[in-house]
């Protein structure tokens, strides 16, 4: 364990990290492990990141109020059904997804808050 | 849009990802994006794995009954406050974690459901 003296206190921290204070609806996690990388998941993380740039709503330090994070994540055991995509907090787990499915995933799910159901194959939501 | 007739059923999926059909009941993404990095996130994900390895829990293909999944990722926006660990599904963000805070957060919060208050920073659970 830590000695508690040695951690900053969270107030010191939101001065350091604005994304703790910030009301960040979803992040999207693209899974970009061996396996999905070869099925092109790196081609579908930099769509996302790019459409979610151009509708405004990409959390970055340039754009800190922006709503949504979008990161790459190791592998989640989608390895032979990838690329897979996590979209949190709802745990939606997305297989098969294409840059072709981004613009879809984009306006349906995290506009629209509705899942594309054809892709989901796992549910892991609080 | 794919065409949804060249998308494996949910059935045939699950025969390939048995992840899919398994109560996995938590996952901890370690940043192991630049600043985290340096700050020794690579020793904290080992640490996790190694750990979570030797208490039978984590998810692994050799060990498909594990309940938690742990895994590395992108920055999630902490970098002056890292190595930032994350835990779904709760959405629990903790910070400045390190190889010695490890068991406590499986210890309390992994296993006994309690998140480690002091390292807490951000909460984006459903």
């Given amino acids: 364990m830590s000695d508690p003296g040695s951690v900053p206190s969270p107030e010191q921290d939101a001065a350091l990290a ?6 960040l609806q979803r992040q999207v996690f693209v ?5 999905c990388a070869a099925n092109g998941s ?5 769509a996302f990141k790019a459409q979610l740039i151009e509708a405004g709503v990409l959390y ?3 754009n800190p109020d922006g709503e949504v994070q979008c990161l790459q994540c190791g ?7 990838g690329p897979a995509v996590l979209v949190y907090p709802e745990g939606i787990w997305y297989a098969h997804v294409t840059v072709a499915d981004v613009p879809e995933i984009i306006e349906h ?3 629209g808050g509705v899942p ?11």
Wanted: net charge positive.
């Fill in 75 to 81: 592998s989640v055991g989608f390895c032979a059904i």
């Fill in 18 to 23: 604005p994304v703790i204070t910030h009301a």
């Fill in 116 to 126: 594309v159901e054809r892709l989901v194959r796992k549910r892991t939501g609080a």
């Fill in 31 to 35: 899974c970009t492990s061996k396996s």
């Fill in 42 to 46: 790196e081609a579908v993380l930099e």
């Fill in 109 to 111: 799910h995290l506009k």
């Fill in 60 to 62: 970055t330090k340039r």
